[in-house]
């Protein structure tokens, strides 16, 4: 009996929980019928009326009810209310909100007793707070444009929860195919609000930032004005210029004409919210007095800038109180100034295009660019920062920044960063696992708070299904890599993969047959990861000398089929842009056909001679690189593989006369030096020259990471004459970074030299 007695007790005790839990929850249908009405004041603006549309219409999808729209008090009786937008019951309801604290694009989500309001700031705030709450609380997800998930419950409750968020960006774009200028509805369900996201004005609109950037001779054009006014134009060299220049910005006159033409495009546009008041994309500020007195005086070339920008600020703001004016902090502008500060409705544009990716932007070697950001962040109220997420030097090849998304994005947040623009692919139809940066990068945007890896699993597990957990190990591999490297992963990386090991490669091709393995019965599914795939088959098919024996195997497949089949569904699936604007052509498909058709010996026979520097040291004090384990630039355009007698192993690196490229480089983190060890580097080089005179072909190393010269050495033709075959240089005596490259490059002109052979470099260990 006491048994029974306990077990007694213990359900009632869970029926109690389960009911108190239930309490818990705000019920919106039962056996498919509605138990809440859906409500809209008779002042609602067109957006708020739209956000009450698509919750009714989603509310259906989900649970099979109709929910039609009422007036408040029109609802049927005993009906709980869904208050939709910032009606006046809607405002009762919320009590002690401060709306002017909603700026900007705020939302209040809020259970009052048997009702609930999902408003927010105009115009977009209540939208967003629409999808806050399909998403967050009915469980609707929008992984791309054309993938979506929609749950079915006939019987529809939701958690009671509270919140009220504005995000600190108020202006949010992610420039990337899918979200560019189309798709507009997805756009807005993401809550990107950016000049290239133009969402309609009855879905509550975007930023129009008018101009967009480099606006100085757009508002003023030389060929209207510098004839009659060339001193509104810089100074350079004791001549006033209209080409490749700037505005004289100490100039009252051209100040007044500006303002004039800028108020009149406000005027015109009056619900952009934006004016680029900036720059012109390059160098050549003016050098007259005036404006290099007030430079003088700040301490910077930004000072002229945010001295005149403020004053035409100024001007706006009083018959346009809302306008937000941006300029740049940019090239020659870029340091903070010592004296002026931004006014409150200027905006302070930065851009991390010299960044390394790889690493947070506070870090150590992104040191530059952070100092400029914080100390403007200490002088303006807002900042707008202009970041890369993408490879722009080839779009097709992935760019493993994933593990630094979320740190930049919330280190913005705590910088005054209020604008952010995250430039990725905006040409190619699905870039390299760009809708999942979509989704994640918007999702961080709207709140830097949230949890980036649980957010890349939430995606992976609805657009890759079974195939997730691969194509995130994938995504580990390739970040992992570039970590471990401690290579620089510029946003110009190019098709440069050397810090993927074979075994990094090798496991890369096993997690993609593994994914494309556990949905081969799901064609959707399939189709979305061979598109994620196509990338690590670029990289493949560009990376000659990786053992490639074992790439196409788990598909029966070789190198050559690999390629044709990625150069036939480039352009069928819209991934065929290698560059911005820029597409394959047949000459480059050729060129993969060529690398594609690479047999590479793996067991390349090392040098059958050694160099007479190193005869007399222990093999352990000195590395012979081969052919094998150079870097070839554009290899089968620039560079090809040549039998060579005279080669160490019988083998050459060839660079043709014509070519100016850095072609054939040997690149520091391809070698690893013992602790506190010094290296003196030697190229072994020969040349087939056609003229008696001039450059036969340039050495040099060079640092990618600081964009700097380390040394380099033009040889010339007739300091060749009476040397036959082979001559070792030697390059100096280093301790090279990580970033560091040693390169030949022939002279460019055919007619001087025939061609470049580059037998092998070798390092010497010093102590």
């Keep these: 009996m006491g048994y029974i007695k306990i077990c007694l007790v213990a359900v009632i005790l869970a029926f109690g929980v389960s009911c108190s839990a239930a309490k818990l929850d705000y019920r919106i249908t039962q056996d498919g019928k509605p138990l809440a009405a859906i409500v809209i004041g008779a002042d609602a603006t067109l957006p708020e009326q739209n956000a009450a549309k698509e919750l009714s219409s989603y509310l259906n999808h989900v649970t099979g009810a109709s929910f039609p729209l009422y007036a408040p008090g029109a609802q049927p009786s005993g009906m709980r209310r869904i208050l939709v937008g910032q009606s006046v019951e809607s405002k009762r309801l919320l009590g002690d909100i401060d709306w002017e604290k909603l700026k900007f694009d705020g939302i209040a989500i809020k259970f009052v007793g048997n009702d609930l309001v999902l408003a927010g700031d105009r115009p977009?705030?209540?939208?967003?707070?629409?999808?806050?709450?399909?998403?967050?609380?009915?469980?609707?997800?929008?992984?791309?444009?054309?993938?979506?998930?929609?749950?079915?419950?006939?019987?529809?409750?939701?958690?009671?929860?509270?919140?009220?968020?504005?995000?600190?960006?108020?202006?949010?774009?992610?420039?990337?195919?899918?979200v560019l200028r189309k798709n507009m509805d997805f756009a807005v369900k993401l809550k990107l609000n950016g000049h290239f996201e133009p969402v309609a004005e009855d879905m509550g609109g975007h930023y129009n930032l008018l101009g967009f950037v480099h606006t100085a001779y757009t508002l003023l054009p030389p060929a209207v004005y510098f004839k009659d006014h060339p001193e509104w134009y810089s100074l350079i060299d004791g001549k006033r210029t209209g080409v490749e220049a700037q505005l004289c910005l100490s100039n009252e006159e051209m100040k007044k004409e500006l303002?004039?033409?800028?108020?009149?495009?406000?005027?015109?546009?009056?619900?952009?919210?934006?004016?680029?008041?900036?720059?012109?994309?390059?160098?050549?500020?003016?050098q007259c007095d005036k404006c290099q007195a007030i430079v003088k005086e700040e301490g910077s070339e930004s000072g002229p800038i945010i001295r005149f920008v403020n004053s035409v600020a100024e001007e706006l703001e009083k018959k346009h109180p809302g306008i937000l004016v941006e300029t740049l902090a940019y090239v020659y502008g870029r340091k903070a100034p010592k004296l002026v500060k931004p006014r409150s409705n200027v905006i302070v544009r930065l851009c991390s295009i010299e960044c390394d990716f790889a690493r947070p932007l506070d870090s150590k070697i992104n040191a530059s660019f952070y100092k400029d950001l914080t100390d403007w962040a200490k002088i303006s109220k807002r900042l707008f920062v202009w970041d890369y997420v993408v490879n722009f030097g080839d779009l097709l090849v992935g760019h493993p920044n994933w593990n630094v998304i979320a740190p930049?994005?919330?280190?913005?947040?705590?910088?005054?960063?209020?604008?952010?623009?995250?430039?990725?692919?905006?040409?190619?139809?699905?870039?390299?696992?760009?809708?999942?940066?979509?989704?994640?990068?918007?999702?961080?945007?709207?709140?830097?708070?949230?949890?980036?890896?649980?957010l890349m699993k939430e995606f992976a597990n609805g657009y890759y299904g079974p195939a997730a957990p691969y194509l995130l190990k994938y995504l580990d591999l390739t970040s992992d890599a570039i970590d471990r490297s401690k290579e620089f992963l510029g946003c110009f990386n190019g098709v440069n993969m050397s810090y993927m090991t074979q075994k990094d490669m090798d496991g890369a091709n096993d997690l993609f047959d593994s994914a494309e393995k556990s949905v081969r019965n799901n064609p959707a599914l399939l189709h979305r990861v061979k598109l994620e795939r196509m990338a690590l088959d670029y990289m493949w098919i560009q990376q000659i000398f990786y053992d490639r024996s074992r790439v196409g195997e788990a598909r029966g497949i070789g190198m050559n089929a690999i390629c044709n089949d990625f150069i036939k569904q480039a352009p069928l699936t819209g991934n065929d842009y290698i560059h911005e604007a820029a597409t394959m052509t047949k000459e480059y498909y050729n060129?993969?056909?060529?690398?594609?058709?690479?047999?590479?010996?793996?067991?390349?026979?090392?040098?059958?001679?050694?160099?007479?520097?190193?005869?007399?040291?222990?093999?352990?004090?000195?590395?012979?690189?081969?052919?094998?384990?150079?870097?070839?630039?554009?290899?089968?355009?620039?560079?090809?593989?040549?039998?060579?007698?005279?080669?160490?192993?019988?083998?050459?690196?060839?660079?043709?006369?014509?070519?100016?490229?850095?072609?054939?480089?040997?690149?520091?983190?391809?070698?690893?030096?013992?602790?506190?060890?010094?290296?003196?580097?030697?190229?072994?080089?020969?040349?087939?020259?056609?003229?008696?005179?001039?450059?036969a072909f340039s050495i040099g190393i060079y640092d990618d990471a600081s964009s700097r010269q380390i040394m380099r050495k033009v040889v010339n033709i007739e300091d060749l004459h009476g040397k036959d075959g082979y001559i070792d240089y030697n390059?100096?005596?280093?301790?090279?970074?990580?970033?560091?490259?040693?390169?030949?490059a022939a002279p460019g002109d055919g007619n001087l030299v025939e061609g470049v052979y580059v037998d092998r470099f070798y390092v010497v260990l010093t102590k």
């Design 124 to 178: 977009r705030g209540t939208v967003y707070a629409v999808y806050t709450f399909l998403e967050e609380y009915v469980g609707c997800k929008w992984w791309t444009p054309k993938a979506s998930y929609v749950p079915r419950k006939r019987d529809l409750s939701v958690k009671i929860k509270d919140q009220v968020h504005v995000s600190p960006f108020l202006y949010r774009e992610t420039f990337y195919g899918p």
């Design 259 to 286: 303002i004039k033409q800028a108020m009149k495009l406000v005027d015109e546009n009056p619900e952009a919210g934006m004016i680029s008041i900036s720059q012109n994309d390059g160098y050549n500020p003016c």
């Design 408 to 454: 930049n994005i919330r280190m913005f947040a705590k910088n005054s960063v209020v604008g952010l623009f995250e430039q990725g692919d905006g040409y190619n139809t699905d870039a390299v696992f760009g809708n999942m940066k979509i989704w994640v990068i918007s999702h961080l945007m709207w709140n830097p708070d949230l949890d980036q890896r649980r």
């Design 591 to 695: 060129t993969l056909r060529s690398y594609a058709a690479v047999q590479v010996d793996r067991n390349v026979k090392r040098a059958t001679t050694i160099p007479s520097v190193v005869r007399k040291l222990k093999r352990d004090r000195w590395m012979d690189i081969q052919e094998d384990e150079m870097y070839l630039h554009q290899f089968g355009t620039v560079t090809t593989l040549v039998g060579d007698s005279t080669a160490s192993n019988g083998k050459a690196a060839y660079i043709p006369g014509s070519s100016p490229e850095w072609a054939v480089q040997l690149k520091a983190n391809g070698i690893t030096l013992p602790e506190n060890t010094k290296a003196t580097i030697y190229v072994s080089v020969r040349v087939k020259a056609k003229a008696a005179t001039g450059p």
């Design 731 to 744: 390059l100096g005596t280093y301790s090279p970074g990580p970033n560091w490259f040693a390169y030949v």
